[in-house]
């Protein structure tokens, strides 16, 4: 397709839009002209559960999937969320930032130590 980015294309700076919260459809959002990043998530009360990131090909290595993880992490803060890592994306980086692990409900630090 003409107006599909090939997966070797990056966004320019310009076109990458803010992390949007999509509650309608339970996941936060990068919309680019190159595809829509994505990090999908349940609520609960006091609990968000990331489930599932989904950053396409042509998006891939410009940095998408750290700002959706990022976004989701200030929203649970702002929320007084505490965090369920399910989607290993979200696990990874929990995993590796210890400054992020007071956000965990016991079910997400025992998905970090697996």
């Not at 002209?33 to 599932?52: D, K, Q």
């Amino acid at each position: 397709m003409a107006d599909t980015p090939s997966s070797g294309s990056r966004v320019p700076a310009d076109e990458v839009a803010a992390v949007r919260d999509n509650q309608a459809a339970s996941r936060l959002e990068v919309v680019t002209p190159g595809g829509t990043a994505y990090a999908e998530y349940r609520l609960s009360p006091g609990v968000i559960t990331f489930t599932h990131t989904l950053v396409p090909e042509s998006l891939r290595g410009q940095g998408m999937g750290g700002r959706l993880i990022a976004a989701g992490l200030a929203l649970a803060r702002a929320r007084g969320l505490k965090v369920t890592p399910v989607c290993p994306f979200f696990r990874a980086h929990m995993r590796a930032h210890p400054e992020t692990q007071d956000l965990l409900t016991d079910a997400g630090r025992a998905l970090l130590a697996k």
